[in-house]
């Protein structure tokens, strides 16, 4: 049997896996991704990537201009919206996340709606240092004590092979076929609603014209479900709540779709071409545990979540974002493997957190659908919708309370590890009044680094992109100068020393007023921008408290 070695097997080429990839590359590693799909996604599926997504897109080299050129326009999407059908009168909108300008003060780069099928060939294209095999099937792996032997189908070809690698990352989605291999649960509720995912080409804009949104939902019993306008002029979904045990998705036939999305339009008539049909089920569910010795679970492998908040992919994004520096620092030395055993410490709590704020955002929604009587297709339901809409305050007071789940600012960025590879200062967290909507930047270990603008070389940057990728980086105050030395000199692990004033220039002040830290203090940033170690003002032993802090992340 033929053998391929490679450090790194990525099993699935989604959002997750392909950035997985390009993050390993950056840190020098090398990756071989398998995929059983011909090819990316045609369906556009995922369409949020939202602010910390794109941070994280930024520090991997893409380019903003280029994600932003391939994103719904700003004003087609910056809404979401409720009608009785698409071409009937509107109920209500919202505003959809904060995608404006004033987001900038908090991240450089605000919300895309950036739909799945045209995110994937960007990610090939940016991918250097791996390979992409699609209709390569993983079919089986065994551990040993220094790596990992799974075996390969080449669907095309009918043949298996062998990919030894050091480690396997799991990114084959919900339904993974290596978490069941592996033997490990997924905890929550596994079946909360069904829904058949209608794609279809049509140009709805003349319809649409004076309120476009991202979102319609249609409260008319006799076609309830969401569009997603991927794009306007072209691209659209449609989902549609059905029952698996009594209409099997056989039934859901190219012609019977159309009748479904037409319905749904309304009375307008509109050509539309139906081009992909699939089943999908809702859950709020997380892995037990994220890694199994050498193999290590990211994405819709370890977490799957109602899509009310579109945190599904983001949150997977995030995961190979933590592990990638991981890897590369324990392969290096200079981190021990404990270090690994941090993936899941820090990442599954931010999902158990996501999934039960997508799970409240999802029972909200349906609540209002009880509260307007649309529970089932009907006379009596056709009734009480008829009566509801006779009160458009109660209608409005009902959409009002949905505006969290369409905006999630705080919980994007907020995201913070209370154990893992960071060390505590006994400070306590700032929490916002509501910390799914508000983000109160803060430098406390753990945190993600407050974005701010600063100048480096004369060029406008935020300090984000000041993190390197391929060790820790030390942010000092303007009086910092000795923090330089003491970075020079740690052995625990790589420091890369910057001092505010000299290295970069707080041109504005907004370093200064977001970093909590002293004219002589200093932070220590880990490769995935989350602050590990803090001193306000620098101690007397200042370089004896940096070598142990830097020791505490790395030998944790």
């Not at 059908?85 to 605000?110: C, F, I, V």
């Not at 200064?512 to 803090?534: F, K, M, N, S, T």
């Amino acid at each position: 049997m033929q053998r391929v070695e490679v450090p790194v097997l990525i099993v699935g080429a989604g959002p997750v896996g392909l950035t997985a990839a390009i993050l390993l590359a950056r840190q020098g590693i090398e990756s071989l991704v398998v995929d059983r799909r011909p090819g990316p996604h045609r369906a556009p599926q995922a369409h949020v990537a939202n602010p910390r997504t794109l941070e994280i897109f930024r520090s991997a080299g893409l380019d903003r201009e280029t994600l932003r050129r391939l994103a719904t326009p700003r004003d087609d999407g910056s809404h979401v919206s409720w009608v009785t059908t698409l071409a009937g009168p509107e109920l209500g909108r919202l505003p959809y996340e904060r995608q404006g300008d004033d987001a900038l003060e908090y991240t450089p780069t605000p919300l895309l709606n950036l739909s799945q099928h045209r995110l994937e060939p960007l990610l090939l294209e940016h991918l250097h240092g791996a390979i992409v095999r699609y209709g390569h099937e993983w079919a089986a792996l065994e551990q040993e004590v220094d790596g990992v032997t799974a075996r390969v189908r080449d669907l095309e070809r009918q043949r298996e092979y062998e990919v030894r690698s050091d480690w396997l990352l799991a990114a084959d989605g919900a339904g993974s076929r290596v978490r069941k291999a592996l033997g490990i649960e997924m905890i929550g509720p596994d079946r909360l609603q069904s829904f058949v995912m209608i794609h279809f080409e049509a140009n709805l804009r003349a319809l649409v014209r004076d309120r476009p949104a991202i979102l319609y939902w249609v409260v008319d019993p006799a076609c309830a479900g969401v569009f997603v306008a991927h794009d306007i002029d072209r691209t659209w979904v449609f989902m549609h709540p059905h029952d698996p045990d009594t209409e099997p998705i056989e039934t859901f036939t190219e012609e019977a779709c159309a009748a479904i999305v037409r319905r749904a339009i309304g009375a307008a008539h509109v050509d539309l071409a139906v081009r992909d049909v699939s089943a999908w089920t809702m859950a709020a569910q997380v892995a037990a545990r994220y890694r199994e010795r050498r193999v290590f679970l990211v994405g819709d492998s370890a977490h799957r979540f109602p899509p009310a908040g579109g945190m599904g992919m983001n949150t997977g994004v995030q995961d190979v974002h933590n592990l990638a520096w991981k890897l590369r620092a324990v392969r290096d030395g200079w981190a021990h493997p404990a270090l690994l055993d941090t993936y899941e410490t820090e990442r599954r709590p931010v999902a158990q957190r996501n999934a039960d704020q997508s799970l409240v955002n999802a029972m909200q929604m349906l609540a209002l659908f009880t509260e307007l009587g649309i529970t089932e297709n009907t006379a009596a339901a056709r009734a009480a919708l008829d009566a509801a809409l006779t009160d458009p305050e109660r209608v409005r007071g009902g959409i009002a309370r949905q505006q969290d789940h369409f905006d999630m600012f705080g919980l994007q960025l907020g995201v913070a590890y209370e154990a893992g590879a960071v060390v505590p200062d006994g400070s306590e967290p700032r929490l916002p009044a509501n910390p799914v909507r508000d983000f109160l930047p803060t430098t406390r270990p753990g945190s993600r680094l407050p974005h701010a603008w600063v100048e480096r070389d004369g060029v406008r940057c935020s300090v984000l992109d000041l993190i390197a990728t391929d060790r820790l980086t030390l942010l000092a105050g303007p009086d910092g100068e000795p923090w330089r030395e003491a970075a020079d000199g740690c052995t625990a692990a790589p420091v890369r020393c910057l001092v505010a004033g000299r290295d970069f220039v707080d041109v504005d002040g907004h370093w200064a007023r977001v970093c909590e830290i002293g004219a002589d203090g200093a932070l220590l940033v880990r490769p995935d921008q989350h602050v590990a170690w803090r001193a306000r003002e620098m101690p007397l032993d200042w370089a004896t408290r940096l070598e142990r802090g830097v020791e505490a992340v790395a030998r944790n």
